[in-house]
């Protein structure tokens, strides 16, 4: 009895060992499957200027490597465009691009179709799918053939300013100092002679002592030798007798 459950045991064991196995080698072929979709078959779309163009992928190192190679249409008898560009990059480092990497190429083909010219887009792409990784896990340009360059938006031409004139200003003009003129003489008519102007001296004033009247005399002898009660009839007399 105790040997038939350990066969038993053993038995379940080998089977649940058998179907992880199992399980192990369907992930591998998938994902081998999905490393030869995006190794061996090329993406293939159209530019708006109708290139037609293939992205191919491949290892280099650590790196992964696309080349964008495009063929523009024929105009007549003159062939189309050739041209072609790479790009490098660690997408690996994604976890997204792990589960479906086919996907992430088909991501940064949505954004080749919208230009022109497929090798005159971003220097970076960044598939929505792993967008908020690095730049070391995208794809960055690396070279083109022939050489592009991407115009840079043309600036209008400045014209070159003038240097600012200062303004003139007119030099204060300072009047000439006029020469005097020297007064001519004044020539005499004939048969007249210079007239000279007489001048007559003026009377000096002389200044006449006044007179003494004979009352002011009069007066002075009565206010002497009379008294001051009889000084007017004293002065009567004595003018009376002076005249």
Request: glycine share 4%.
């Amino acid at each position: 009895m105790w040997l038939l459950c350990v066969s038993a045991v053993c038995v379940s064991n080998a089977q649940t060992n058998n179907s992880s196995n199992d399980n192990k080698q369907q992930q591998q072929q998938q994902q081998q499957q999905q490393q030869r979709s995006i190794w061996d078959e090329p993406i293939r779309f159209a530019t708006k200027t109708k290139d037609s163009c293939t992205m191919v992928v491949s290892g280099a190192g650590d790196y992964t490597r696309l080349r964008v190679s495009c063929k523009g249409p024929s105009q007549g008898q003159t062939p189309g465009r050739s041209y072609y560009c790479d790009f490098q990059g660690k997408p690996n480092l994604c976890r997204a691009y792990n589960l479906n990497p086919r996907h992430y190429f088909t991501q940064m083909m949505w954004e080749l179709r919208k230009l022109s010219h497929a090798c005159q887009g971003p220097k970076i792409y960044r598939p929505q799918m792993c967008k908020k990784y690095p730049d070391e896990a995208q794809m960055t340009f690396l070279a083109s053939w022939p050489k592009t360059t991407t115009p840079k938006p043309s600036r209008p031409v400045q014209e070159p300013r003038k240097p600012a004139v200062p303004a003139q200003t007119k030099p204060v003009t300072t009047p000439k100092p006029v020469k005097p003129q020297p007064q001519q003489p004044v020539k005499p008519q004939p048969g007249k002679g210079p007239q000279t102007k007489k001048t007559t001296p003026k009377p000096g004033k002389t200044t006449t002592r006044p007179m003494e009247q004979p009352d002011s005399k009069a007066s002075r002898i009565a206010s002497e030798y009379c008294w001051k009660s009889f000084h007017g009839i004293c002065t009567y007399f004595i003018s009376w007798f002076q005249n």
